[in-house]
Nanobody
Framework: QVQLEESGGGLVQPGGSLRLSCTTSGSIFRLYAMGWYRRAPGKQRELVAVITVRGSTNYADSVKGRFTISRDNAKNTVYLQMNSLKPEDTAVYYC????????????WGQGTQVTVSS
């Protein structure tokens, strides 16, 4: 059973900020790049941001300049700082190990709901 636990979501007004956290097991964290994904209502899950073991990052065009992914190797935790949030960022956000832009594991955590609305 893969451990992936997301937290930090909530309701925020447009232009606001949230920081999401995801913890996983040390064995996964040490070996894999980690990605944040999201699924908006009626849409497929998409990759939002990814960070390699060494800290290199990549972002979807829709969030570049607004979101920042980071990782704390001592805590086996990956973060997603989301600024200047827009209503179209509303989704359930998930984390997973990532390989070439695809989730490594078929099992997912419960995710954390982000709702951007006035």
């Amino acid at each position: 059973q893969v451990q992936l636990e997301e937290s930090g979501g909530g309701l925020v007004q447009p232009g606001g900020s949230l920081r999401l956290s995801c913890t996983t097991s040390g064995s996964i964290f040490r070996l894999y790049a980690m990605g944040w994904y999201r699924r908006a209502p009626g849409k497929q899950r998409e990759l939002v941001a990814v960070i390699t073991v060494r800290g290199s990052t990549n972002y979807a065009d829709s969030v570049k300049g607004r979101f920042t992914i980071s990782r704390d190797n001592a805590k086996n935790t990956v973060y997603l700082q989301m600024n200047s949030l827009k209503p179209e960022d509303t989704a359930v956000y998930y984390c997973n190990a990532d390989r070439a832009g695809r989730a490594v594991f078929d099992s997912w955590g419960q995710g954390t709901q982000v709702t951007v609305s006035s």
